[in-house]
């Protein structure tokens, strides 16, 4: 029995910034296997790519990360291009892979089944269904809002949201996320929406103005922990999911597990790739 399992994607990933174009792996699989590899906590990741990717595999087995891997038609390549603002992204999606299916985790046993969809139809209503049977389910909203057409990623309503969302017990959104589907702007009121569609914890990350979790009519208000040097924003989201799972799944209240999660994503942005430090890293950072 693992304490977390993320399910998603391991991407090819084109970031292109103001100063540099890097080429790297990327995903929410990526991002939030990597910044959970140091943390003492039982995890498997189940991801599906390519033949042509597999070296990416290979690579995260080498740091003790058990991963389960599908063979997939193609791998998903995604071209991130950030303005200097590093909140804004532009997105294009060159290739996609193939999505994920209930038979697929049947062999997998955790408490947390972490989904990080990068498309709208990498993970089905009924995959999250069967899911919430089984153990605690965590979303990123954001691959469900997410709609390619000729390359483009558009904005897009999740259709089965109020279906879907009954079964979810942390629902991960961004300001822009929250308002394509509750349709509001304020956070409050988009937050008490989505519990009402059945939503236990509602965690919403604001970029550089921190983030607010909302559980049991409470809100929590979490600061970002400002790092030294914006260098690059890509995973930062998923870097923040690793490590409130982490903690809460070590048992820490809502109010830690955010502020840690936080320090982490703020220790992220310091550099390009994933995270790659250890707790004791983020409880400097929370320190600062």
Not at 85 to 98: E, G, P, S, W, Y
Not at 106 to 131: N, P
Not at 174 to 184: D, F, S
Not at 246 to 251: I, L, N, Q, S, V
Request: glycine share 8%; net charge negative.
């Amino acid at each position: 029995m693992y304490d977390i399992c993320c399910i998603g994607h391991i991407t090819l990933d084109k970031v292109v910034t103001a100063a540099t174009v890097n080429h790297m792996a990327g995903g929410t699989a990526f991002y939030f296997s990597n910044a959970i590899s140091n943390m003492p906590v039982q995890y498997k990741l189940v991801t599906a790519l390519a033949e042509t990717e597999m070296q990416e595999v290979a690579k995260l087995r080498a740091k003790g990360i058990e991963v389960k891997a599908l063979r997939s038609t193609h791998s998903v390549y995604f071209e991130n291009i950030y303005a200097e603002n590093q909140d804004n992204r532009t997105q294009r999606v060159l290739q996609k892979a193939d999505a994920f299916t209930i038979a697929d985790l049947l062999d997998v046993d955790a408490k947390v089944f972490h989904l990080g969809a990068l498309l709208a139809d990498d993970m089905s209503t009924e995959l999250i269904k069967a899911l919430s049977g089984r153990a605690q389910v965590s979303v990123d909203a954001q691959g469900y809002l997410r709609e390619v057409v000729n390359n483009d990623v558009h904005a897009i309503d999740w259709a089965d949201k109020k279906e879907a969302l009954q079964y979810v017990d942390i629902l991960k959104v961004n300001e822009h996320e929250l308002e394509a589907l509750t349709g509001y702007t304020n956070i409050h009121a988009g937050a008490k929406i989505l519990a009402d569609w059945g939503v236990k914890e509602v965690v919403i990350t604001l970029g550089s103005l921190g983030s607010v979790i909302y559980d049991d009519n409470i809100f929590y208000d979490i600061p970002a922990y400002k790092p030294i040097a914006v260098v690059d924003a890509t995973g930062c989201g998923d870097t923040y999911m690793a490590g409130y799972l982490y903690k809460r799944a070590k048992g820490a209240g809502i109010q830690q597990a955010g502020e840690f999660a936080a320090a982490m994503a703020g220790l992220k942005i310091e550099a390009s790739g994933p995270f790659s430090g250890t707790e004791e890293d983020v409880v400097e950072m929370l320190e600062r």
